[in-house]
């Protein structure tokens, strides 16, 4: 079962692999990004930042889609976190799962609009989850699970 998708810049740091682990009662964390799983340096930091008693496996957005898909994650509390919209976007429209996307830090780039204190968005990026709210799915944005959940609507 899918708890959450979160698309954070940081991928696994601290506040998200303690404070949202625990809210959201996950026992596996998916890294869903396609640079990772090939950069040792990147790797090795996440696997520093995973709560013990949780299982990390970082695969390449395909990858994480086909193992969705067939059932092999199904037996966990799955949190599935990704470094931007775009791999977000991929995820939620290949699998239906996934319910609640939370924006939870997205860098500054040329041309974004920043929404809230830690989300910049381009106009496709927008474009993008706007669609996805369309299909259903309920975007938000934190930092942490303590703040106001704030609806990505209120912020456009």
């Known amino acids: 079962m899918i708890t959450l ?8 740091h601290g506040q998200v692999a303690f404070s949202w682990t625990q809210y959201v009662g996950a026992d596996c964390i998916l890294i869903a990004n396609d640079s990772v799983p090939n950069d040792e340096l990147r790797k090795t930091t996440i696997k520093l930042a995973k709560p013990p008693a949780v299982k990390l496996v970082i695969k390449n957005i395909n990858d994480s889609i086909e193992a969705i898909k067939s059932g092999v994650t199904d037996k966990y509390h799955l949190f599935i976190v990704v470094e931007s919209v775009e791999d977000a976007w991929r995820l939620a429209s290949a699998v239906d799962g996934i319910t609640s996307i939370n924006l939870g830090g997205i860098k500054a780039k040329e041309g974004a609009r920043n929404i809230s204190k830690a989300i910049n968005l381009l106009p496709d990026e927008i474009e993008k989850l706007t669609q996805l709210v369309g299909n259903g799915i309920e975007i938000e944005i934190r930092q942490v699970p303590n703040d106001r959940k704030q609806l990505l609507a209120e912020s456009l």
């Open 5 to 12: 998708l979160r698309v954070d810049h940081r991928l696994l």
